[in-house]
């Protein structure tokens, strides 16, 4: 798919990654509890959702009112008002989010980066090589990168160190990315030879079948590590200057000015000449600092 120009238009459902059933069990989500629901995910997130797509908010929504035990969505945004610690409200970004993702996502990203991106970074370097996914779901992207970085290092192509950082809204995506621990569906863009060198049989994580799963070996799992934190508001996250950034697959979910205020946070974390990568459909406007090299790769000027 082309790239759109100016900054990316929101799927007409967002979020639906998996698609709710046409009558959703449960009770009827009233248009004011999806408007209140919809304007707390967008503070909270920036996530976008159209209030007018009730069965999928009823649906996400539902099962953790069900979780919770309560009886309506009216019940639940008392629960969510009288809770000032903030948790109600990450476990509902959590019901509304969409964690879609794979090995080798827009794998032409990954072979730019081998071919092109890893050299004209080395012009400029200074130190380990610092790749952040900064939407890291459930770690597939990241674990790609340290895939790719090793089959470099056993060709003797630099760089030679590196540091690897997931980050996202979700912690429980966190959990299962800093596992590393996937199903045979989740590791379907992994060529057998990658299997054999990177993947491992673990042993202790079974599928329903009890057949084992399988997991990242410990080489590369001692090379990254997973953080919590919102795009929105980057000011937990400690400064630094990373030399690649994924943001892929997530600023379709927002707003544009929710969008824009996440590029800008990106952008200041992007070393000059460093790369940023965004997903195929998102193409970011022009901007002072950051230079289009190709759909969806920019350079930090
Ligand atoms: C569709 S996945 C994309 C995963 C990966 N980047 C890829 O392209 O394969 C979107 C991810 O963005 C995360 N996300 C949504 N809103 C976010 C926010 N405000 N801050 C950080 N992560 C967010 C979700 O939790 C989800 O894991």
């Known amino acids: 798919m082309a790239a759109t120009h100016g900054m990316p238009t929101r799927p007409t459902a967002p979020h639906s990654g998996a698609r709710p059933p046409a009558a959703p069990a449960g009770p009827p989500l009233p248009r004011d509890a999806a408007e209140a629901i919809s304007a707390l995910v967008e503070r909270g997130a920036g996530l976008h959702l159209d209030p007018a797509k009730t069965d999928f908010i009823a649906f996400r929504v539902g099962r953790r009112l069900r979780e919770l035990g309560l009886a309506d969505f009216h019940a639940y945004l008392a629960r969510l008002e009288a809770d000032a610690s903030g948790a109600e409200l990450r476990h509902l970004v959590e019901a509304l989010t969409t964690h879609t993702t794979s090995f080798f996502r827009e794998a032409h990203q990954y072979a730019w980066l081998d071919e092109t991106g890893l050299d004209l970074l080395a012009e400029t370097a200074r ?161 002072p600092a950051l230079a289009p090299l190709r759909p969806s790769i920019y350079r930090k000027v």
Do not use: K
């Open 127 to 287: 130190g380990p090589l610092r790749v952040w996914s900064a939407a890291a779901s459930i770690g597939a992207e990241l674990w790609s990168t340290a895939i790719l970085l090793a089959e470099r290092a056993a060709r003797g192509q630099g760089p030679t160190r590196w540091e690897l950082l997931g980050t996202d809204v979700s912690a429980r995506v966190l959990a299962r990315a800093e596992r590393a621990v996937y199903t045979e569906e989740e590791i379907a863009g992994l060529s057998p030879a990658r299997r054999a060198c990177y993947l491992m049989r673990a042993r202790r994580f079974t599928d329903a079948g009890g057949r084992p799963l399988w997991r990242v070996v410990p080489e590369l799992r001692a090379q990254a590590r997973f953080a919590r934190a919102n795009l929105q508001d980057l000011s937990e996250l400690p400064d630094f200057a990373a030399d690649v950034v994924f943001l892929r697959n997530v600023l379709i979910y927002f707003a544009p000015a929710a969008q824009a205020r996440v590029v800008e946070g990106v952008a200041r974390r992007l070393r000059p000449g460093g790369i940023l990568f965004t997903g195929h459909a998102e193409a970011i406007g022009p901007h």
